[in-house]
DNA sequence: CTGTTAGCGCATTCAC
DNA sequence: GTGAATGCGCTAACAG
């Protein structure tokens, strides 16, 4: 068990800085020695302390993921991708999350936690003030963005301003005029989040299709908000015929609080959310699908990529595909 | 920036030894001197380098967590609560995922990657074989279970048996007598996982009440397992009136099987799952709800109390309620 | 209460 | 191709 190095190399009949080549596979050792050290560290089951390798190299083969929620259907999935790949090339994911839409006033994300603990950071969905970023940055490791990032800096995320564009044409082709919108969280502090974004987006198709633009209301990205948010609207606006909901779990909150009021889907209000959520099928939910888990992956690679030196494109933009099913259909004459 | 501890001890005129007593809240240092040491660390942003502590200490401030998968409700929550209770007392949270459900033969959980690298290990709902167990034990670090653990072993996790009851006697007191049951994973390597001793608990239930157990279906943890099981059940079975299924994702799909065989729930056929999955709601899905968050938390106060040499219970068991919605009545005449 | 010293376990020059 | 020596940055005994 507690082996070291000097076990390997005493044992083995060589020294340890043979034994720290051999093992990581670098040149400069003779096939038969390379042999020899692996058996017998494999028999001590000799494994290098983290630690100390970490404190004569400056690595640590460690990338921290940062995100407001584990929970969230996004966020599970981005993580869960980034992990698998990121132990694919034997490197470990240390988890931050920080809930910056908490109620009250926003903390401010501590970074310092981070320093000197991984080599990279993946930053996932999380909008970040520009001195938080600036933070992150002083850790002096490379930073890619997932969900949300800024423009200039390495992000994975779907084109969200296309995907307001694709549900707001989906409602208009079945005839909808009074269409509403659930956005997330209402005061993002940064300008690149996915709410801002998908919100820029939802104006645009509206304003493009001569249709007002204050239908609109927060959602807080979550089934309860969805729900919420709906019976807030339709109260004030109860001519409004569809309802297009940031993600698909406030879409599932929008068609909660259709039942409750007695309204049919598609029938009296169509929905339409964003995700491609796997729950969504059970209630018939049309939504513009992502593959999430693919993106988490993708950021992964591109921090290794960065780490080792290789360059990365500055924006990879994933697919998104429309997927209509019951929750939305024709306008009600 | 990369300030070290002897920036900070010669800014502050003192040693080494001083700036790390002082920093570090330990006795024997003047309030004056450790006041001092504070500021000008403070202004210098110095944080002790993790790695050199940790070579030193022998203690690494962070917490494995072992897992499934972080997609599904059950472990992003448990996840969740873990690694807000961790930061809540300075402790990292090092994720792992081994998808031991995968298809195919069965991985085996290499623990070894975890040596060095935590000062204690959560098993989040992972089926482990005693060898594997012993793997972990070999790290020589406490380790905790939540949602499944050996008996001996301390665990968070609500009584499954009684789950199973509990969902059994709902079902029974609405006059259901072909009760079906949608389970895990069929073949779980370990006799404390929670697939099994549900599995246990709805036998007992059944055979309790004089009724055939061999209702039973492999729902594979998530909707489409559910609802892929409900259409290979309901074709051999046509007669089942009710169905009890081992997780509310996986009663989703037993919902959406229901549906597109024209089924009416709850007219036709009861549903009842287990968790108390947020998205429940939606589809009226009656279960035996669970606080997850809560579950992450406290298996996560346990670890950092078994790591200071605190006492600790050897099994927590959470409560859980039953929650009716629309999804169970009265069984068909 | 404070400073000096010796490691923690490994990677990495530089010699050979 | 291999070994000896040095240092990564900090903590912990031990002196004082």
Redesign the interface.
């Known amino acids: 068990?507690g082996h070291g190095i000097e076990d390997v190399a005493r044992a083995a009949g060589v020294s340890t800085a043979t034994v720290s080549r051999a093992l990581r596979g670098l040149p400069h050792v003779t096939d038969a020695t390379r042999e020899r050290v692996r058996a017998v560290a494999a028999e001590l089951?000799y494994?290098a302390?983290?630690?100390?390798r970490?404190?004569a190299t400056g690595r640590?083969r460690?990338i921290g993921?940062l995100s407001p929620?584990?929970?969230?259907?996004f966020f599970?999935?981005v993580?869960?991708g980034a992990?698998?790949a990121l132990?694919e090339q034997d490197h470990?994911?240390?988890?931050?999350?920080f809930d910056v839409f908490e109620l009250g006033p926003r903390r401010r994300v501590e970074t310092?936690?981070l320093?000197?603990?991984v080599d990279g950071v993946l930053v996932v969905g999380l909008p970040l003030e520009d001195a938080e970023v600036a933070d992150l940055d002083?850790l002096?490791r490379p930073l890619v963005f997932v969900g949300a990032g800024p423009t200039d800096r390495c992000t994975v995320r779907i084109d969200e301003v296309a995907v307001a564009h694709l549900a707001v044409r989906h409602l208009l082709e079945l005839g909808h005029r009074r269409i509403a919108y659930v956005s997330g969280h209402p005061d993002d502090v940064s300008p690149w989040s996915a709410a801002v974004l998908r919100t820029h987006g939802w104006r645009e198709a509206m304003t493009e299709a001569g249709l007002r633009t204050d239908l609109q209301v927060n959602g807080n990205f979550?089934?309860?908000g969805g729900r919420a948010a709906t019976h807030e609207l339709l109260d004030r606006h109860p001519d409004v015929t569809a309802v297009f909901a940031s993600s698909d779990?406030m879409a599932?909150g929008v068609?909660?609080a259709a039942r409750e009021r007695g309204l049919r889907i598609p029938q009296d209000l169509s929905v339409i959310g964003v995700d491609g959520h796997?729950?969504g099928?059970?209630?018939g939910l049309t939504s513009v699908a992502q593959d999430v888990?693919a993106q988490g992956r993708e950021a992964a690679r591109l921090v290794l990529r960065v780490i080792a030196g290789e360059p990365v494109p500055v924006r990879v933009t994933p697919p998104v595909r429309l997927v209509v099913r019951s929750s939305t259909g024709p306008a009600p004459a």
Chains 1, 2 share one sequence.
Do not use: C, F, Q
């Not at 929620?69 to 259907?73: A, C, E, L, N, P």
């Open positions: 068990m089951g494994v302390t983290p630690s100390a970490s404190l640590t460690t993921l929620w584990v929970s969230h259907w599970a999935n993580i869960e992990e698998r132990r470990d994911a240390l988890l931050y999350t310092h936690v320093r000197g603990r002083a002096g979550d089934m309860p779990e599932m068609v909660v796997e729950l099928e059970v209630v888990l």
